[in-house]
């Protein structure tokens, strides 16, 4: 099997790409759009023949690269069956197997940092999107978030998976690469030694400044920002506030374009993935 970890290293976005080396058939876990050129290289270079492209939850701006993906590799683009934003090709639920040549893709469904949100898990390792990060989790500043379901979905889930089983999230702004399930219950400092209450008063009183690249991204993409008006919602305004810190005459109207390109400022200005605690 091929397995390759893609990370843009300005945002610190992961995207996974896994092939039968026999079948060629490979799938792609959250083709975030600032991976897209090396995961359709990686799929051409290598003669991959594209069948899924999974994603870990439905943010709009997640949706939008799914499809570019697909439009150019081809593929089905698979979500949550509870999944109200993203168009999919492929519902899936949590205990739902998805075969790649002779490997089976194992749906674990995790809600909290969306409603919509799935982990998927092959051989031994599992692919956690925001709903666990290194040391972390994703926040819980969308509409439909719950930060009860995501200490649930981690603790009685994910936790739940061989200690060994290795973790790979959606995003790390710091430079990790890869964690195991034993460390994330040993020493995530969101998580070990809280009770659900205490862990839903702290994501609920989590202050948004200095967000790290992933919660950055998660506030952004929790809503159609691109076609809703500038400031038209709390998860916008704190996006807002938060670029207007750090980069110089932000004044929030600018594009889609523009928006990656002061993500990319914001981390080169030292943002860091400390910032939920
Ligand atoms: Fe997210």
Request: charged residues 15%.
């Amino acid at each position: 099997m091929l397995f390759q970890q893609i990370r843009n290293a300005p945002t610190g976005a992961f995207s996974y790409l896994l092939g039968d080396r026999d079948s060629r058939q490979a799938l792609v876990v959250d083709p975030v759009d600032q991976n897209l050129n090396v995961i359709l290289a990686l799929i051409g270079d290598l003669a991959l023949d594209l069948r899924y492209i999974l994603m870990t939850h439905g943010h709009a701006a997640s949706a939008a690269d799914a499809l570019r993906l697909r439009a150019q590799a081809g593929g089905r683009i698979v979500a949550s069956i509870a999944c109200q934003i993203l168009v999919a090709d492929q519902r899936v639920d949590h205990g739902d197997c998805l075969p790649l040549g002779d490997e089976v893709i194992h749906v674990i469904g995790t809600p909290g940092h969306t409603q919509c949100s799935i982990c998927y898990r092959w051989r031994d390792r599992v692919f956690t999107g925001d709903t666990l990060l290194f040391g972390a989790c994703g926040d819980v500043n969308s509409a439909d978030a719950d930060a009860g379901c995501l200490f649930d979905s981690v603790t009685r889930r994910l936790f739940m998976l061989p200690p060994e089983t290795l973790v790979f999230p959606g995003a790390d702004a710091n430079g990790r690469t890869v964690s195991t399930i034993a460390e994330e219950k040993a020493g995530n400092r969101l998580l070990s030694g809280r009770s659900r209450e205490a862990f839903v008063t702290l994501m609920s009183s989590a202050p948004r400044q200095g967000a790290s690249g992933s919660s950055l991204r998660s506030m952004s993409g929790s809503m159609p920002w691109q076609f809703l008006p500038v400031n038209s919602g709390s998860h916008w305004q704190a996006v807002m506030s938060l670029l207007g810190e750090v980069v110089p005459g932000c004044d929030g109207a600018f594009s889609n374009g523009v928006f990656h390109q002061r993500l990319t400022e914001l981390s080169r200005a030292g943002f860091s993935g400390t910032a939920l605690v």
